[in-house]
Structure formats: C-alpha cells, structure tokens
C-alpha cells in the first residue's frame, strides 16, 4: 500500500486514461490507476473490473471521460460496474468523475413535455441506475441545465423529501427549491468560465493584440440562445471587460431541427451595445454536437445582418462532443467559419490529439485535470458547493487560475510570419 493516500483511491473504466491519470497524480496518487482497478473485458465483451487493493473506508474516485470508440451506453454500464465492485470491496463512498454527464441534456419529462412523448427521461433514469450502482456523489464540469439537481435531488434524496412533504407545504415552488439543495449535495457542478475568462485575458489573441489591461471597448459577448444567457453574462463578468458589451442571439427556425433553414436576430442589448461592426464576437456555449447551428448563427454574424460586420469572432464551449465519431466532419464544419480563434476544453480529452488541420491552426484546448483535482480536494471533501468556493471578484483573484488549468493549442494563430 506504500504511495497511496489514506483514505482515498483513484481508478478509470477505461484503459490508457490520460485524463484519468493526470487527476490521480495532481491529487497525490502515485500508484498507477490502472493498477488500482484493471478494467478488463471478458472474451465475450461484458466489462469486469477488478479491484486489486484494499478499499475498506476508502473513497473511491472513477474517472469516466468519454472516449470516441466507447458509446455513453456502454460508458454508464461500466460506471455502475465499478461502483458495485468498489462498494463490495468495502469502499466507504464512491465519487463519479464525469466532466461532462452523460444525457443531461435529456433532463425533460415526456409527462410534462409533449414534444418528448414515448421518449424515455434519460436523465432520471441514470440519476437512479448511478444511486442503485452505489455512486454517492458526480463531480462535472458545466452542467447542461440546473434541472439535474432536481432530478438527482429527487432520486438520491427520496427520503428527505417525503419527510419535507409532512412537514412543509406542498406548493410545486418550495418541492422543486428542495430538490435542487438536495441534488446540490450530490452533484458537484464546476463552472469553466473560470478558466475560459483567465485564457481570454491573459493568454487568448486578445491579450497579443491588445495587452493584459485592455478595457474591452471592441469586444461583444453573445448568448447564442437563451440557455446560455447566464453562461455567457457570467464570462463577460469574469473577463473583467468592463467596456465590452453584450446582447442575446434569437433564433428563429423555419422548420424543425433544421440548421440550415435559420435566421438570427439580435435582442436583449446591453445598454453600450452599439453594433458588431469592426468588433470582436465572443460567443459560447455548454457544447457543440453536430455543428450545424453554431455554424450557420456565427456565418449570419459575420455577415452583418444588418447589425455590422465583425472583424472577428472567438468560439468558445466546454465540451466538444462533436458527434462522436463524426467529430471529423464536424470540426471541418466548424473550422470552415474561420474564426479567430476556438476556444474548448478537453473534457473529452480525445479532441486533443485528433484535431484536423483546419480546426488545429485555429483552436486551443485548456485542460481541466488541474481544476478537477482542486475540486476534490476544497470541494467535495468537505462538502462545499464549487459555486461558494471558487469565487473571482477582481482581476487579481481571476489570475489565480493559472494555477487550475494548461493548454494544448496550435501556435499559428499565434506566431507572426517571419
């Protein structure tokens, strides 16, 4: 047992784990994961893990990041595996890293929502197989919507709500505010504009072009759509732009589901929005699947439309899912914007070794396991919501981040012709 921490241990459901290892090593572990629990595969392809140390009173922590050939089904069999093995083992508590959740986008009732009937409520539906497996709490990275607390508050907390309902008012108001602390308690959601906001001021073609002190006059934020109202309100704050401006992207669709059949206007100005002419965009959201809407929307904007024509645009999202295995073609979709620059994470940590040329000379990657294993540590552990802990109200604050996160980037977009 020499090398281990003492009370916790850190594995992966999927070999080769770069993600996966990076976390285990900032958190002091310095056995291999892959020793801790070997996850193999039978001949016949059914996922065993196996625990090959003590795990009595340990927690458990097992990284899940997606992989390009291993499907989100096959992903969350494997989590609720592992799990059952660790709690069988004798771990005291088992922690789920997933830096993106799988089917949270999924977090509708088709009861409550008729456009999803005879779907199935994807999000609940892993809520309860993760709390059945013996996964006690999720540490994630920019949560689709905050109605998965809800729907974890309600699976994990059963209890203490019927308790709350006995003892309380049953308005739909004060229920859903109870889910919500409860799923709070369980779920560990990281906000990126942490690190997306120190990369732009600090490090982006912003801070070449412009210097660390730049007021941001000629810089507007744009929400995409209205889910990403406070993502991108919470950025714009972050990059202590205090001269930049913002407004919201309204879609408006002729036919469903359709990216190509798109108009976009512009609302909810910001009181010194003046235009996009000669400005540079900074538009984000949670992620990018398929690509086709973010395309078309940041195409409409650099056309002007009536509002300006930009001189640039800077694309930022968390997770670059890019539609599995047809992140190819998605990234050729995306680069063929020719933005100034694209900004991601690397929550799906195979985007950084597969970059295409025409997405690579654009693009920068900024890697999260710094910030994950800060989080178990002044988070999670202790039980305090990442929202209270990681907190930035001045630009000296927001430097401290450098500590949280490194880059993997192509320099083109960096380096002058010499």
Not at 208 to 216: C, F, R, S, T
Request: proline share 5%.
């Amino acid at each position: 047992m020499s090398g281990y921490l003492e009370d916790k241990v850190f594995c992966s459901i999927t070999e080769f784990n770069e993600f996966g290892h990076k976390v285990a090593e900032f958190s002091g572990q310095t056995e291999d994961i892959d020793h801790v629990m070997n996850p193999r595969i039978f001949s016949a392809g059914e996922f065993c893990p196996k625990f090959r140390i003590p795990l009595d009173g340990k927690t458990v922590y097992i990284s899940a990041t997606p992989d390009v050939e291993i499907g989100p089904q096959a992903m969350i069999m494997r989590i609720c595996l592992a799990a059952d093995a660790a709690k069988l083992k004798g771990a005291r508590e088992v922690v789920l890293i997933a830096p993106n959740l799988f089917y949270s986008r999924q977090d509708r009732s088709p009861q409550k929502d008729k456009k999803l009937d005879g779907q199935p409520f994807s999000a609940r539906l892993q809520s309860k197989m993760l709390y059945s497996s013996g996964i006690d709490k999720v540490l994630t990275v920019h949560l689709h919507s905050k109605k998965i607390y809800n729907i974890y508050g309600e699976i994990y907390g059963a209890h203490e709500i019927k308790k709350f309902n006995q003892d309380h008012d049953k308005s739909e108001e004060a229920l859903e505010a109870k889910k919500e602390e409860l799923g709070r308690s369980v779920v560990y959601n990281l906000n990126p504009c942490p690190i997306f906001a120190h990369y732009l001021k600090f490090n982006s073609s912003i801070a070449k072009a412009y210097g660390i002190g730049y007021d941001g006059k000629d810089v507007v934020f744009i929400s995409p759509d209205k889910g990403a109202k406070f993502h991108i309100s919470n950025l714009q704050k972050l990059c202590f732009f205090p001269e930049s401006s913002y407004c919201n992207c309204k879609k408006i669709r002729k036919s469903a589901n359709n990216p190509d059949d798109l108009k976009v206007e512009l609302d909810e100005f910001s009181s010194n929005f003046d235009g996009l002419e000669n400005k540079i965009i900074i538009i984000g959201d949670d992620m990018v699947d398929t690509g086709g809407t973010i395309k078309n929307t940041c195409n409409a904007l650099m056309n002007g439309d009536g509002y300006g024509k930009p001189k640039g645009i800077i694309l930022t999202f968390t997770h670059p899912v890019l539609a599995g295995t047809s992140y190819k073609m998605i990234q050729q979709r995306i680069g063929s914007i020719k933005p100034q620059e694209i900004v991601t994470s690397n929550t799906h940590p195979y985007i950084e070794d597969r970059r295409n040329p025409g997405w690579k000379k654009y693009s920068s990657v900024l890697r999260l396991a710094y910030y994950i294993s800060d989080a178990i540590k002044n988070c999670v552990e202790p039980g305090i919501s990442p929202k209270e802990f990681y907190q930035y109200d001045s630009l000296e604050d927001l430097r401290a981040v450098e500590e949280l996160y490194d880059m993997k980037r192509s320099t083109l977009h960096f380096l002058e012709k010499k």
